[in-house]
């Protein structure tokens, strides 16, 4: 979805403003949600985080997602999405479980979202994990809480992965056999130079670790 400069001002949009003083770790995430929800509710089009995926390609999940791509199995790929989902979204918990033949990634949010980020946020993990797989056979969105008025959009903007509501938790459904298919961009060498550089870029951003200059050393 095209949000920018020349739209707002076309369509008489809110512009986004950055600068409101809340006192929180996550203020740019919180900023985000609260322009989203005002353009949304100016546009009377309450699908924007869906529309918003169509402008979505590789590379988006940025640190984190170019660090899971190289791994050698989809299961590594999840595993370094869960240990570093704070390098693109800073209220993200990620959890991977196993039950049966049913694996679950488990996606929670330290901050309460709108459905307009989460529908975001959540649909470009299962955009992401179909175009590893180069199929969305076999994968279901799960959403905690009720269908939307608008859920019959969610299977056209999400590339026909199955989507269910009231569900225990939001997570990405999958069998448990494709955690250990391997990942079409697998590099070993790749892989753990990025993970290592994800550790201390995490750490550089906290404070306690090298300058960025080392971390590409």
Known sequence: LDLSASLLQERQLPAP???????????????????????????????????????????????AELTAECAPTLGAALMALVRHSGTVDEAASFHLHEAGDTAAF??????????????????????????????????????????????????????????GFDAPCDALVLPVESLSLAMPRADAKLHDFMLRLAVRIENFERGGGAAYSECVD
């Open 17 to 63: 403003n950055w600068s409101d003083d809340v006192a929180s770790a996550s203020l740019p995430l919180l900023q985000v949600d609260r322009w989203l929800q005002d353009v949304s509710a100016t546009l009377r089009e309450p699908t924007l985080g869906l529309m918003s995926l169509a402008g979505t390609a590789r590379g988006t999940g940025q640190m």
């Open 106 to 163: 488990v996606m929670r949010s330290r901050l309460r979202r709108s459905h307009i980020l989460r529908d975001y946020c959540w649909g470009l993990v299962a955009l992401t994990v179909a175009r590893w797989l180069g199929s969305s056979a076999g994968l279901q969105l799960w959403f905690a809480g009720p269908p939307p008025s608008y859920a019959p959009s969610y299977r056209r903007a999400l590339m026909d992965i199955s989507v």
